[in-house]
DNA sequence: CCCTAGTCTATCGGCTAAGTAGACTACCGG
DNA sequence: CCGGTAGTCTACTTAGCCGATAGACTAGGG
């Protein structure tokens, strides 16, 4: 399961990746339209200003903003931050690869051969798709299930 | 990551998976054998037994060993008894589906959209893997790591 | 009847997830 | 240069789960 952690981090920057980036949102306007407690967002945001993933801007017209284009930026790596490494066991990371402790013969472990596949392709989704992908599939999805458009009165 | 208790009954179960299935095996020997806390191991063979993976026998000569053919028993079932769910968001599983508290439009949610191909792709692994698949590949790569036999003197 | 081996209930320490509190620092406008 | 705005940081708290262990109980075999 994923970590209500990385739930709230990717809705915000899916947020952020779907309107005008040029300028900064407030943590306080995120947390509402995403229904996110605002203080523990605030924590989330920051880390992920640490690695490099956002920007801020202190004072006031100040907020966060995306420090590369949405394309740049992937699943993968925002979940690393956040939830620590991806693989089921520790022997399979590549990011923080440790042998798993008590294994004898790490070519030979089944579990190890049988994860590796499931590990390799569920790797390969999260570091080809990138928040812009996300913010697109939303607009299609949300142009396919609603009647096409809405013309004010 | 894995659950110590998942990774446990996988090593426990691919042991039985590979050797003689008629004749029961002791929870000490499988302990020991995989290197697994035998009180501890005794819980998981339990909650395994109670779900219809596995049979046991009480007595001298008695033990634990497979319900079914180990062709027959894939990895999703066994992660699910024992992990619960597999599904990274609750809106995404088939055995245990909920509604993410707070999602407004589960058809436009990104996150949903993203992690359903991701999730997908898993369960399909997870679920047409089997326990006899396990126990080729161990035999396979312990083939090809080996200097192909050995003959005792 | 007794040894063997699984069955069950309870408990425990440690850790992490999720969230909260409150003080502090920096920027912008006037 | 002052005041409000808005992000920054440290330190809790609380609940729940993970991994493991203890000990009493039940049933089968010979």
Redesign the interface.
């Known amino acids: 399961?994923?970590t209500m952690k990385t739930?709230y981090a990717?809705?915000a920057l899916?947020l952020l990746a779907s309107v005008e980036q040029s300028e900064p949102m407030l943590i306080a306007e995120i947390a509402e339209r995403e229904?996110i407690p605002k203080k523990f967002l605030e924590l989330i945001l920051r880390e992920l200003k640490q690695h490099g993933i956002l920007d801020s801007r202190k004072g006031r017209g100040g907020g966060y903003l995306l420090r590369r284009r949405p394309e740049d930026i992937n699943?993968a790596s925002i979940m690393r931050i956040l939830d620590g490494?991806l693989?089921?066991?520790?022997c399979l990371s590549q990011t923080a690869y440790r042998r798993c402790e008590?294994c004898e013969?790490e070519?030979?472990?089944?579990?190890r051969?049988?994860?590796k596949?499931?590990h390799q392709?569920?790797l390969k989704?999260?570091e080809s798709?990138t928040l812009a992908?996300?913010?697109l599939?939303?607009r299609e999805?949300?142009m396919g299930?609603k009647p096409v458009a809405r013309y004010s009165i």
């Open positions: 399961m994923l739930k990717l809705k899916a229904g699943l490494p693989a089921p066991v520790p008590g013969d070519r030979t472990c089944g579990i051969l049988v994860l596949d499931m392709s569920t989704i999260l798709t992908d996300v913010a599939k939303v999805a949300a299930s």
